[in-house]
């Protein structure tokens, strides 16, 4: 079993109905408005301007001669004669090259690269032996594989790490921590006022998307609203069950995500003293003492050289009103696919804030700091519930002023994401001084002012989400598992609808390989029921182990879901983001599917406020702007349309190593 947890968990079957709102707000959107006529634009040609100006091929905005940038899109200036840049400003990788992202989850050996071998395969086998023999936290450790048809972007949970598989970092490794945390200090760039566009995509959706069965390219024998649940599948609920919370930990890298995850758990009796000591042991061998904690979380040996989570780690404990899927993730920038993968399966979030002077500064920063972008992705998700946990108060002497004045910038700022004050919850503490987390503080200078709840209490208090159990069963794959001695394959992840036993048929998609579910084990435990909601490994039987990979999706035979490679989008484009083009080379986030993506049309750009289109067939889409667009995928992704199923229905387009924009899938396009 390749999750990462404890194996003493209760047996439970309960599930829920689902019902998210990230994107509750439609309006009518008249893309065939009476805007500019439809033009095709390719390659933008070059202008000539006035003198003394040059004009931008892409906006044609004359700029002064002095600029080497287009002042208005960012372009570069000529950057090729005759001005055919395109690729060289939007396509950002080759697809016969590694990206950033490829370079960071394929675990492609880097020229700088770490400890030698650490993240290949083998090592990582050897690790998971290794791990499960000294690791408390992790199960099985029987003889499995892991694999991924080369998306790399899946939650892998070999060796009970929730991360992309065999990851090394090529490009620009990370440093050790310690200079990690003075990388950027920037108390100026607090609240940038286009930061307020962030959380209008979530107002934003087309009513009447021009879905309509014809266009969906998978068969399906049957509509989904002819799907009729059988009484198992619907729950019924003990007065005193407890319910499924994915909860994701998120933030700044060295924000103490680990640390806290770590004390939690073994104040929790989810780690032993015994194994507490172990690693308190090792980690001072090491030179790495203040890392002891999260050493339960950082598994690797290249997590612990580096001291930094590479992959999310999945841990359990329980509260008293949730059996709690802890999913860790990483913080440094190199791995916000492994971040976003977690971010998929939550269903709420502790963001962790340093708030240590310079540190908080540093990851709020605009541009250099990861509490933003994670904010966003988990709000892009649908994630609406966060506990802000302002960790590292023992460093400020536990000063509320300090604690004020990080939560009036971080909270400004997720009110501009659309996150709701009341789904919001403060928490001072200090993880390494174990202050506030699963009891009211004893430090006199933090319980003095502070008499909200502790963190553990905080956890309590999330509603856990509503789930579609009616549903037909529904499963994006994080992480297939083989057996190498049986040649059976457990599919791993997180039910996003229905429920399945075992027996139950079912189908993976795209590949459409039909088989039954031999066993289900949840938290590493065997259990006879999955709900949506659950966190699960499938043992499958009579489906080929080489057609499940992680970012297929298992579901009901009857109610395949839809394979796409044409799609329409609606997308905001985030801070910072080169400019989106006619051609753009972009890679596609799906739940946990990666794929090359081409722009191929441009529809029309998009009111933000109000989702109105403003302009047709724009020439690009710069930082802040929202527009619908056309990508064409490399290959078939399992995809739903946002309305049809939120979960297949978020996407995320990347570039370069950043998140470049987000959106949802508007219409399933059939390729002719
Ligand atoms: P990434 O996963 O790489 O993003 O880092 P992280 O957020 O998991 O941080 P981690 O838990 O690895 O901790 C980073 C450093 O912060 C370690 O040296 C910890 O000892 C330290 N740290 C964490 N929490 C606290 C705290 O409450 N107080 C102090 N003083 N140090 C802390
Ligand atoms: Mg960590």
Redesign the pocket.
């Known amino acids: 079993m390749p999750r990462k947890g404890l194996s003493n968990f209760d047996d439970y079957d309960d599930g829920f109905d689902d019902d998210d709102d990230a994107y509750d707000y439609d309006y009518d959107i008249d893309i065939d408005g009476p805007e500019e006529e439809e033009e095709e634009v390719v390659v933008p040609k070059e202008e000539t301007a006035k003198q003394g100006l040059w004009r931008c091929a892409i906006c044609t905005y004359d700029n002064d001669e002095s600029m080497f940038v287009c002042d208005i899109c960012g372009v570069l200036r000529h950057p090729v004669a005759g001005n055919q840049s395109i690729n060289k400003n939007t396509a950002p990788f080759k697809f016969d090259a590694p990206s950033p992202d490829d370079l960071v989850t394929n675990g492609l050996t880097s020229t700088k690269s770490g400890p030698k071998g650490s993240g290949d395969s083998s090592m990582r086998q050897k690790e998971k032996q290794d791990s499960a023999e000294n690791n408390p936290l992790k199960k099985g450790g029987d003889s499995s594989e892991t694999s991924s048809r080369g998306r790399p972007d899946k939650l892998d949970n070999s060796f009970s790490k929730g991360g992309a598989g065999g990851i090394k970092s090529g490009k620009s490794l990370p440093k050790e921590?310690t200079d990690m945390s003075n990388e950027t200090s920037s108390s100026s760039k607090y609240m940038e006022p286009s930061e307020r566009l962030t959380g209008t995509m979530n107002e934003m959706s087309l009513t009447g998307e021009t879905e309509k069965s014809s266009d969906i390219k998978s068969i399906r024998p049957k509509s989904k609203s002819k799907h009729k649940p059988e009484e198992w599948m619907l729950l019924d609920k003990e007065p005193d069950a407890l319910s499924q919370l994915n909860l994701a930990i998120v933030?700044?890298?060295?924000?103490?995500?680990?640390?806290?995850s770590g004390r939690l758990l073994h104040l929790l009796g989810r780690i032993s003293q015994k194994q507490m000591h172990k690693y308190e042991k090792e980690a001072k061998l090491q030179g790495k003492g203040?890392?002891a904690?999260?050493w339960a979380l950082?598994e690797s040996a290249e997590e612990r050289e580096r001291?930094?989570?590479m992959t999310v780690a999945v841990a359990y404990f329980n509260s008293k009103r949730h059996h709690v899927v802890l999913l860790?993730s990483?913080?440094?920038k190199d791995f916000v696919p492994n971040m976003i993968a977690g971010a998929t399966q939550a269903d709420a979030a502790i963001l962790?804030i340093d708030a240590s002077v310079g540190a908080f500064e540093a990851g709020f920063d605009n541009l250099k700091g990861q509490t933003r972008e994670h904010a966003r992705v988990l709000r892009g998700f649908g994630v609406e519930q966060v506990i802000v946990a302002v960790?590292?108060?023992?460093?400020v002497g536990y000063s509320k002023e300090r604690f004020d004045l990080i939560k009036q910038h971080v909270g400004s700022f997720l009110q501009t994401c659309r996150f709701k004050d009341s789904s919001l919850t403060w928490i001072p503490l200090?993880?390494?001084?174990n202050q506030n987390l699963v009891a009211a503080p004893s430090d006199n200078r933090l319980s003095s002012w502070y008499n909200g709840p502790c963190l553990l209490d905080a956890v309590d208090s999330v509603k856990s989400p509503d789930r579609d159990v009616s549903k037909p069963l529904l499963m994006p794959i994080c992480d297939a598992v083989r057996s190498t001695s049986q040649g059976q394959v457990s599919a791993c992840g997180k039910l996003e609808a229905g429920a399945v036993r075992s027996g139950s048929k079912v189908m993976v998609m795209p590949s459409g390989d039909q088989g039954t579910v031999r066993s289900l084990e949840r938290d590493s435990q065997a259990c006879t029921i999955a709900r949506a909601g659950d966190n699960v490994a499938i043992a499958l039987q009579g489906i080929d182990a080489n057609q499940v990979m992680a970012g297929d999706v298992l579901c009901h035979p009857d109610f395949p879901v839809s394979v796409a490679t044409h799609l329409e989008l609606m997308v905001l484009v985030l801070e910072g983001a080169t400019p989106i083009l006619l051609g753009s080379q972009l890679e596609f986030h799906v739940h946990h599917a990666k794929e090359a993506a081409t722009v191929v049309k441009l529809v029309a750009m998009l009111d933000p406020k109000t989702g109105q289109p403003t302009k047709k067939s724009p020439r690009c889409l710069t930082a802040k702007q929202s527009a619908m667009l056309e990508v064409s995928l490399q290959n078939p992704v399992c995809v739903e349309t946002f309305s049809e199923s939120r979960a297949l229905g978020r996407v995320f387009l990347r570039s370069s190593g950043r998140t470049v924009a987000m959106g949802k899938v508007t219409r399933i396009i059939q390729d002719s």
């Not at 200090?430 to 001084?433: Q, R, V």
């Open positions: 921590k933030g700044h890298v060295d924000s103490g995500k680990s640390t806290l203040s890392f904690y999260a950082d001291g930094i989570t860790d990483p913080g440094h962790v960790n590292k108060m023992d460093i200090s993880a390494m001084e």
